[in-house]
T-cell receptor, first 113, second 111 residues
Framework: SAVISQKPSRDICQRGTSLTIQCQVD?????MFWYRQQPGQSLTLIAT?????????ESGFVIDKFPISRPNLTFSTLTVSNMSPEDSSIYLC??????????FGSGTRLTVV | SQQGEEDPQALSIQEGENATMNCSYK?????LQWYRQNSGRGLVHLIL?????REKHSGRLRVTLDTSKKSSSLLITASRAADTASYFC???????????FGTGTRLQVTL
């Protein structure tokens, strides 16, 4: 299965600023997925990133707040923009297929103060 | 929403005992998967069971699926302290294009 390197592992940010999270995969993949896990909660899909096209966002998530880049088949970034304390969460990227399972990055624990 | 509900929310057992977690979901699925998460880190895929399967084993893990009741269970036998983690079920929709995660069960295994 693929191996994902996700950075940073954690950060503490001031409200109003932005943070970009990176995920590097050790193999080429068609789709990458970005999830948010709010404190003590389950995972919620933010968007699906395909290389060469705009990301597809889930209900409740918009591109202006969570812009995503997918410049090639092994890399993606998620930016959390104009942060507020409500954005404090763990953000995870993943790859795989719903038919066989997903591999996750180690997560980015974001605290907004 | 197809999000699964897991039961119990939290479970505390002693090492050597068995742990059973249940997951219920709302709509038809292609498959159901179980994941483990240690201390807010990334998730690890444990096992996948397809909609036409009823039971699956992997090491100390046993998963059952009842599509008529829209429910699944995960049994961990002879638990160890290292099994302490949160466990999530996730369902793949009919097109198997994405996963929807359940609410999770926090398992604590004590010595």
């Amino acid at each position: 299965s693929a191996v994902i390197s996700q950075k940073p592992s954690r950060d503490i940010c001031q409200r109003g600023t932005s943070l970009t999270i990176q995920c590097q995969v050790d193999s080429q993949v068609t789709m990458m997925f970005w999830y948010r896990q709010q404190p003590g909660q389950s995972l919620t899909l933010i968007a699906t990133a395909n290389q060469g096209s705009e990301a597809t966002y889930e209900s409740g998530f918009v591109i202006d707040k969570f812009p995503i880049s997918r410049p090639n088949l092994t890399f993606s970034t998620l930016t959390v923009s104009n942060m507020s304390p409500e954005d404090s969460s763990i953000y995870l990227c993943s790859v795989g297929g719903a038919n066989y399972g997903y591999t996750f990055g180690s997560g980015t624990r974001l605290t907004v103060v | 929403s197809q999000q699964g509900e897991e039961d119990p929310q939290a479970l505390s057992i002693q090492e050597g005992e068995n742990a059973t977690m249940n997951c219920s979901y709302k709509t038809s699925i292609n498959n159901l998967q179980w994941y483990r998460q240690n201390s807010g880190r990334g998730l690890v895929h444990l096992i996948l069971i397809r909609s036409n399967e009823r039971e699956k084993h992997s090491g100390r893990l046993r998963v059952t699926l009842d599509t008529s009741k829209k429910s699944s269970s995960l049994l961990i036998t002879a638990s160890r302290a290292a099994d302490t983690a949160s466990y999530f079920c996730a369902t793949a929709d009919g097109t198997a294009s994405k996963l929807t995660f359940g609410t999770g069960t926090r398992l604590q295994v004590t010595l």
